[in-house]
């Protein structure tokens, strides 16, 4: 299937992910969206003169150049119907139509990937938590999915190239745009040793908005999710809401009760919306039973003491614990909003629907307008209907 149709449906300006799953429902193919006509295209669901608009622009000079830049700067695309697209993110409601990688993909379906995730602004204590889980999880097999970012994300993926592991970093810019720049080297690094993907053209620049967007990449990945540190209102919070909207366990490392950095770790815990992780061998025992080869480890906790490491999964000759057939009920946590957010909350409330309307009633910028509306929709405060933005839930 032709990689051009997906870039230009892909690139389809004010077309979201979902709404494009939408018309590929329809359509099957982004190649037959590309050949239908106005009158085809004007009875899909949740469309509007915008969106008509961009679908019903067939210039394909922009996927193109996408082309030309991925193979000047070898990076590989990946669409979504691809046999070597990653079977755990195909699965969530609204994974990328098209990835772009550098490096080399792990076997996603073999290997065991979590994900650490936490704040920029982390304490020493935080940093050593990453790297005491990432370096750890790693040797023991598993594939370290995080975002790169300053504090517990950088840290995580750094500790598992350091335990000689396999690491993914998602970012929220283009894949040949390091984001921040002070992990150039460690990108490259990543780059030789995992991979380094992202759901943005090359070429994009970090926007605000693009990393809670991106989450639900990281936490697709991923069969569980380890939050570290984070306080009540942070990215990390965002991706543990998502892992548990894609039925994906969440776990968390207890922190210090007064510490601030820490509240949303602490929360979850007390909410029972994450199990508790004191050791890697919590989350390793998780999914499986038995003893694990014994190892040399890199990043011993703070209090010297013999842990009993688990593998991924049992040996064929010890049955595995009979385990209940009834799923825990894990309590969503709700999103802290922003004095902005509760602005377009309550102007979408007020039957303001558009993304135009709202700025006319807020004066607030357009992009700030996008970015909280992005965060309410996160959060379930707000939906996306045929007729525009409702509100979905109370704040």
């Not at 990108?187 to 993907?197: D, L, S, T």
């Not at 210090?256 to 050791?279: K, Y």
């Amino acid at each position: 299937m032709a990689m051009i149709y997906w870039l230009w449906l892909a690139t389809r300006p004010g077309c979201s992910v979902r709404f494009c799953h939408g018309v590929l429902e329809r359509f099957g193919t982004p190649e037959a969206v590309w050949q239908a006509g106005r009158e085809e295209l004007s009875h899909l669901p949740h469309i509007n003169a915008s969106r008509l608009g961009a679908l019903m622009e067939k210039d394909l000079t922009y996927p193109r150049r996408i082309e030309r830049d991925c193979r000047r700067l070898g990076i590989q695309m990946i669409h979504l119907q691809d046999p070597s697209y990653p079977e755990p993110l195909r699965q969530i409601a609204d994974p990328p139509l098209v990835l772009y990688v550098r490096g080399t993909l792990p076997d996603f379906t073999g290997q065991l990937s979590i994900s650490i995730v936490g704040t920029r602004s982390c304490t020493e204590y935080g940093l050593h938590a990453a790297r005491y889980f990432a370096g750890n999880l790693a040797q023991q097999g598993c594939i370290i999915v995080s975002g790169m970012a300053l504090g517990i994300d950088g840290a995580a993926n750094r500790a598992a190239l350091e335990a000689g592991g396999v690491t993914v970093a998602v970012l929220g810019s283009g894949v040949d745009v390091c984001y921040p720049w002070e992990h150039k080297k460690l990108m490259e690094q990543i780059v030789r040793h995992g991979a380094v993907i992202s759901e943005y053209p090359p070429g994009t620049e970090p926007k605000g908005w693009h990393f809670p967007v991106r989450n639900r990449i990281i936490t697709g990945l991923s069969r569980g999710t380890l939050v570290v540190e984070a306080p009540k209102r942070s990215g990390a919070l965002i991706s543990a809401d998502l892992a548990l909207e894609q039925g994906r366990d969440v776990f968390a490392v207890p922190g210090d009760i007064n510490r601030a950095s820490c509240a949303g770790c602490n929360r979850l815990i007390r909410q029972g919306a994450a199990e508790l992780a004191q050791e890697p061998s919590d989350i390793l025992a998780h999914y499986g039973s038995g003893e694990a080869k014994q190892e040399p480890r890199r990043y011993p906790p703070r209090q010297q003491k013999q842990v009993r490491q688990i593998p991924i999964s049992a040996p064929a000759d010890q049955p595995k614990q009979a385990q209940s057939t009834e799923p825990a009920v894990r309590p969503k946590p709700k999103l802290a909003v922003s004095s902005v957010e509760r602005t377009v909350w309550q102007a979408v409330q007020q039957g303001h629907a558009t993304v135009d309307a709202v700025v006319e009633a807020t004066g607030l910028p357009a992009a700030s307008v996008l970015a909280a509306l992005t965060m309410l929709e996160i959060g379930t405060y707000v939906r996306l209907t045929g007729s525009g933005y409702q509100t979905a839930e109370d704040i």
